[in-house]
């Protein structure tokens, strides 16, 4: 098994395999370095494919201390994944709080970044406008609840149920083999592990309204995409879109969260083209004429 170490000395699972320019696969909570199995074994054809597990998924390590886990610990794990692979810039692709993550790394790191995919970003973003007056906007209780039922209850009953969410159950009828290796390999995540990055990392991370100018900031080639029935995520993928000037939207029908192991074909053909579109230097910015003048 590899290792590698952080800069705050945590290790961490990781797996590459292929040559050529890197691409880094970043998991959602749900998820593990196992998630993008169906993206390594095409992409790596033709890539140096990098996973990896972050802090707190087994086999990598299990901080015990809540502090060890943030949404700035998430995206410079990315970058100690980079320097110990000796990778100056690769493309980066993330989904959920890998999306995030991802993001974030685009904003506080765009010389080691490529190219940015981020999939399924925005759970718990909402609106500066709303956050005043709308107290069900308020995410961060669902991720105290959440934490609090895996210390309880166990990963188990928790995960199974995690499984099933609304934005969940869409992959379970299109794919139930595939769900239930999803569903499988959830319930075995540590607690401790799963609770703390619920606490640390998405009960605390800043609401992407509020970092606008950072994000409009990014100028690498972006690709967001969302499932069309991922409604938590729907309008943050908008927001993405005319905020980031170098960025293109796909919305994926009948999709919930999970979409790159819903539409492997669809996700792979599309993260190919997009590749194709940079090297051929045709991925720019929006043109200004496509720009709506706001009043």
Not at 178 to 195: T, V
Request: charged letters at 25%; a neutral charge.
């Amino acid at each position: 098994m590899s290792f590698i170490k952080t800069d705050d000395k945590v290790k961490l699972y990781y797996e590459t395999v292929g040559k050529g320019e890197p691409i880094i696969f970043v998991h959602e909570f749900a998820g593990d370095y196992r998630s993008w199995e169906p993206q390594v074994n095409y992409f790596s054809r033709y890539n140096k494919c990098v996973t990896y597990c972050a802090r707190g998924y087994h086999p990598s390590e299990i901080p015990q201390n809540e502090a060890q886990y943030s949404q700035e610990r998430a995206w410079r794990d990315i970058i100690s994944v980079m320097d110990n692979l000796n990778i100056k810039k690769a493309n980066i692709v993330g989904l959920s709080m890998g999306g995030f993550a991802t993001l974030h790394l685009g904003m506080n790191a765009p010389d080691r970044v490529s190219s940015l995919v981020i999939a399924g970003c925005g759970y718990g973003a909402i609106p500066i406008e709303k956050t005043s007056f709308n107290k069900e906007a308020d995410f961060s209780n669902v991720s105290l609840d959440t934490a609090q039922n895996i210390l309880n209850k166990g990963m188990a009953k928790v995960g199974s149920e995690y499984a099933l969410g609304p934005s969940r159950v869409q992959f379970q009828n299109k794919d139930p083999k595939g769900w239930q290796l999803f569903n499988d390999q959830l319930i075995k995540h540590d607690a401790i592990g799963s609770a703390n990055t619920l606490l640390g990392v998405q009960n605390k991370r800043p609401n992407l309204y509020a970092l606008e100018k950072e994000i409009s900031d990014i100028e690498v080639p972006t690709f967001i995409i969302n499932g069309d029935e991922d409604d938590m995520c729907l309008e943050v993928g908008l927001f993405l879109k005319r905020t980031i000037k170098t960025s293109g939207l796909l919305i994926v029908p009948k999709t919930g969260h999970t979409i790159n192991l819903e539409e492997p074909a669809l996700f792979n053909s599309q993260l190919l083209k997009f590749y194709s579109s940079i090297k051929a230097s045709t991925w720019g910015k929006r043109d200004k004429r496509a720009e709506i003048i706001k009043f």
